[in-house]
């Protein structure tokens, strides 16, 4: 019988990792096969159509395997907008179509992409926008109002009626379930522990979250002002005390020019370009446009953007198979693109490109000492992307320059630990009971299923109050201010990047190009001389495969399967439960303003 299970099981190996390597090398075949498409051509007066839907990504790593299996996007915002500002100069492009549609991106993602709407139009040429939903939002809206003219479906939904955030808050079911939770935290906004000790926001909180939704609402008026030609306050007005939700009323207050179907958008772009207007008009979609365009990021390069890019972590979670999860940027690989890039014969500039909103304390930290080695001639320039809080700005600090979007979510800067006591849900809820022995009185402590003592807290609130005061120290040594005034601006607190530059957290405006420039321009490079390389290269999808390899199956519930708001709260336990004794320099809670 040995004999025979042991055959068995030799055959069944075998037959598994016959189907893994077919499985493989099928999609091998695939990205072969899409990667051999060649890249459409573009005629003269053709409309380029930027049909944007969902969330641009910061950047993708162009692997069509990746595009087809995942559905990874085909290009990220800097090769959007780079291919929307060479098309105003491309003679072979006539006019450009906006078609946004459910755009989740972030309001900073939004800002860059509408700087590049500007300067298309700044070129003269036609564009016009319309919804391919039919139902525009403010997000639709702040993109469309770029347009010389924008037109609605006569049934459209247009919702014109100001920003909200909401916070999910656990208490009350904590309480139910009689789970203790234990916080630890330095500065009194740091509100990423709010949901599991309050039932509503403390006014601290509710203080930080106003002003951002009213920055937001100020970005927005701004652009759909300048776009339209309407005061803001006039825009105001409507927004506050008119309900808009729908195309005839939007049309009613000038907020859109015509009312019409995709047909009669075609027909007013040909009689734009002296065509009939029943021609067949010729467009190509942005997807197309970029692949035409060719943009890629070279091997070298003297300027090194260096991207750190979700949750920072000690190292990644490297049991799933890559579909469907989200970015983390661990230590180890952040410390080895910086020391790659600064070792770099053709580095003579670093921008750093922070997309975090924090995450553990000593990774970020590991990430600012490998920023700090790297040769003090070599200028560097952070450039905050749509978030860069907490671990991200403690990053930031190593920067010779901050600069950031008007609507990039920073500062944050606090500490908080977070554990919970689960014995008395296991023993008195589901019968599960626990025991054990100790050789110190105090070695327990962290094993979640027992109460802190006073000094066990005692100890942990020093250990905490020790990091921020580091982290004071940190920002009052990069931003030449003293402790005493990083800890009026810091104490948790999220600000906007407009906000920011007046408090002396950041010291411009500006995206990822601009930082580049002037990267540049410290290094006394010439603008027509600028190469740049990313690092670290994105992996393909078959490298992340091949990565997760040794453990496909994810331990315990599937995050990504759960809704929201409960999953974006759970991501963040997933990541740091592992580490209930390093203090958490994390945003308060994702931030979801719509």
């Not at 915002?77 to 755009?103: C, N, Q, S, Y």
């Not at 490109?353 to 995450?359: A, D, E, F, Q, V």
């Not at 609130?461 to 009052?476: I, W």
């Not at 201010?481 to 810091?490: D, F």
């Amino acid at each position: 019988m040995k004999f025979l299970s042991t055959l068995v099981a030799n055959i069944l190996g075998t037959f598994i990792a016959l189907a893994i390597l077919l499985f493989i090398g099928f999609l091998f075949v695939i990205a072969i096969a899409a990667s051999g498409d060649p890249a459409p051509a573009v005629r003269s007066g053709t409309v380029l159509v930027v049909d944007l839907e969902g969330s641009v990504p910061e950047r993708v790593s162009s692997d069509p395997l990746a595009q087809f299996i995942s559905g990874e996007a085909a290009y990220g915002l800097g090769d959007l907008t780079r291919a929307i500002e060479d098309a105003a100069g491309d003679d072979r492009i006539a006019g450009l179509w906006i078609k946004p549609g459910m755009v989740t991106s972030s309001w900073a993602t939004l800002e860059r992409i509408r700087r590049s709407l500007d300067a298309f139009k700044a070129s003269g040429k036609p564009v016009y926008g319309s919804s391919r939903s039919f139902y525009a939002r403010e997000n639709e809206y702040y993109l469309l109002s770029a347009s010389d003219r924008i037109f609605l479906d006569p049934e459209a939904v247009f919702e014109y009626n100001g920003f909200n955030l909401q916070v999910t808050f656990y208490r009350d079911l904590l309480e139910r379930w009689n789970v203790e939770p234990m916080i630890i935290r330095s500065g009194t906004f740091k509100g990423a522990v709010e949901p599991f000790l309050r039932d509503d926001l403390s006014p601290e909180n509710e203080l930080q979250l106003q002003t951002l939704v009213d920055g937001i609402e100020a970005v927005f008026l701004d652009g759909v002002s300048a776009g339209r030609g309407m005061p803001v306050k006039d825009l105001t007005a409507i927004m506050d005390n008119d309900i808009v939700f729908g195309a005839d009323q939007a049309l009613a207050f000038g907020l859109v020019d015509t009312l019409a179907y995709e047909a009669d958008v075609r027909a007013a772009f040909n009689r734009s370009l002296g065509n009939e207007a029943d021609e067949r008009l010729p467009v190509i979609t942005i997807r197309n446009y970029v692949r035409a365009a060719g943009a890629g990021a070279a091997a070298s390069g003297s300027v090194a953007v260096v991207h750190v890019t979700g949750n920072m972590v000690a190292e990644p979670p490297g049991d799933t198979i890559p579909i469907g999860r989200g970015q983390v940027a661990s230590a180890g690989a952040v410390v080895d693109a910086l020391r790659s890039a600064a070792r770099s014969s053709t580095t003579r500039a670093i921008v750093v490109r922070i997309n975090s909103p924090g995450g553990l304390a000593p990774a970020a930290d590991a990430m600012l000492a490998a920023l700090d080695e790297v040769d003090a001639d070599i200028p560097i320039i952070v450039s905050m992307g749509d978030v860069a809080a907490s671990g991200g700005y403690w990053l930031a600090t190593g920067g010779d320059m901050i600069m950031a979007e008007a609507s990039t979510i920073t500062g944050s800067i606090g500490v908080f630990m977070m554990l919970f006591n689960l014995d008395p849900f296991l023993s008195e809820k589901i019968g599960i009971h626990t025991d054990g022995v100790t050789s110190a009185p105090n070695a327990d402590m962290i094993t979640g299923v027992t109460s802190l003592s006073d000094a066990q807290r005692a100890a942990l609130q020093s250990f905490a109050d020790d990091t921020y005061a580091r982290f004071l120290g940190r920002v009052a040594e990069s931003r030449g201010m003293s402790v005493t005034e990083v800890n009026a601006l810091a104490q948790g607190r999220v600000w906007l990047g407009r906000d920011a530059l007046e408090n002396g957290l950041v010291d411009a405006l500006g995206g990822l190009e601009e930082a580049i420039d002037e990267a540049a321009s410290r290094a006394g490079i010439g603008p027509g001389d600028v190469t740049i390389a990313h690092y670290p290269k994105p992996q393909s999808f078959t490298e992340k495969i091949m990565a997760s390899m040794g453990g496909v199956m994810e331990r315990g519930a599937r995050v990504r399967d759960l809704p929201e708001p409960f999953a974006s709260q759970l991501r963040v336990l997933q990541l740091f439960g592992n580490a209930p004794r390093v203090p958490q320099a994390v945003m308060p809670f994702t931030l979801d303003i719509r």
